[in-house]
Nanobody, 122 residues
Framework: QVQLVESGGGLVEPGGSLRLSCAAS????????MGWYRQAPGKQRELVAT??????TYADSVKGRSTISRDNAKNTVNLQMNSLKPEDTAVYYC?????????????????WGRGTQVTVST
């Protein structure tokens, strides 16, 4: 069974930094795209950053302050966030578009982690 597990969230003061990590496990054959999304209370889930091959995309709100990186050998994706602001407070979710084995067949699907809380506050 495929799982995505996030780590690295927590409480940080404005201007501080956090590094989020996500590890995908299971009978994974390949991962096309990995990304981070976030959802603040009362708001819709929104894209933060994605990485596919050597290409990255960032939301305008985090561009210049965040860096997404990936280790294909370990099926992990990281998000380094700097100069954090109170408006970055949200639950951050890892996302992966992947292909995997199940009962000798291959499937492709998009998986989500359960999320990790990031709170930026004094």
């Amino acid at each position: 069974q495929v799982q995505l597990v996030e780590s690295g969230g927590g409480l940080v003061e404005p201007g501080g930094s956090l590094r989020l990590s996500c590890a995908a496990s299971g009978s994974i054959i390949s991962i096309k795209t990995m990304g981070w999304y976030r959802q603040a209370p009362g708001k819709q889930r929104e894209l933060v950053a994605t990485i596919s091959g050597g290409s990255t995309t960032y939301a305008d709100s985090v561009k210049g302050r965040s860096t997404i990186s990936r280790d294909n050998a370990k099926n992990t994706v990281n998000l380094q966030m700097n100069s954090l602001k109170p408006e970055d407070t949200a639950v951050y979710y890892c996302n992966a578009d992947l292909t995997y084995y199940r009962y000798s067949l291959t499937y492709s699907n998009i998986y989500w982690g359960r999320g990790t809380q990031v709170t930026v506050s004094t």
